[in-house]
């Protein structure tokens, strides 16, 4: 063969290469970011998914849907009215745990719909709680498992306990400085730039 034929199978060798290696460093970073953004979701999705790739589009997929959101931070007046009401909420827990529970769980989606987020259903909502707070969405999946069964009546009072708990949880990182929420916006701006 010619020079230039061995030449031009080098080149085209070097180019492969170099869109392997492209490729790869791409999806290296693109789960690094998902792992860093979803934390432990990421692993639970990782668990339930079929594979991987299904796993990382999804949690893709969920952050690209929050981010078209616009999600509001809190007025202190909202602030406080709402720590008045759960306040409240705990306090009527001694005598009426069921109503406490139920009450956490509608509180928790009213602070979400103030905010922005989407309340049309559980899953939508934990969901983007997933995106933004992905260290306590577990407890918000928890806490209402628990209030599902106060339905049937399955649920005890400890249950009823653990329920409010893990919906405090949530309901203090919505309270929270919302700054965090902005700034996974902006890493994941940067992340993909």
């Known amino acids: 063969m010619d020079a230039w034929v061995w030449i031009l199978i080098a080149v085209a060798a070097l180019v492969i290469i170099a869109g392997a290696a492209f490729l790869i460093d791409r999806r290296r970073r693109r789960r690094r970011m998902l ?6 979701e990421y692993d639970r999705s990782l668990e339930s998914a079929s594979s991987r790739r299904k796993a990382e589009g999804e949690l893709a997929g969920r952050a690209d849907h929050r981010d078209e959101l616009e999600i509001r ?3 202190d007046v909202a602030r406080e009215r709402y720590r008045v009401q759960w306040g409240e909420l705990q306090g009527r827990f001694v005598d009426r745990p069921v109503v406490a529970v139920a009450d956490a769980d509608e509180l928790i989606a009213q602070v979400m719909r103030e905010r922005g987020y989407p ?12 995106v933004d707070h992905p260290e306590v969405v577990q407890n918000y999946r928890k806490a209402h ?3 599902a ?19 405090r949880t949530l309901f203090d990182d919505l309270l929270a400085d919302e700054a965090r929420s902005d700034e996974h916006a902006r890493s994941d701006e940067h992340a993909r730039s």
């Open 35 to 40: 792992r860093d953004r979803f934390g432990p």
């Open 73 to 75: 931070p809190l007025t």
């Open 119 to 130: 309340v049309d259903d559980f899953e939508s909502r934990s969901e983007m709680i997933s």
């Open 145 to 147: 498992a628990i209030y």
């Open 149 to 167: 069964g106060t339905v049937d009546g399955s649920a005890s009072t400890e249950d009823l306990r653990q329920a409010v708990v893990a919906y």
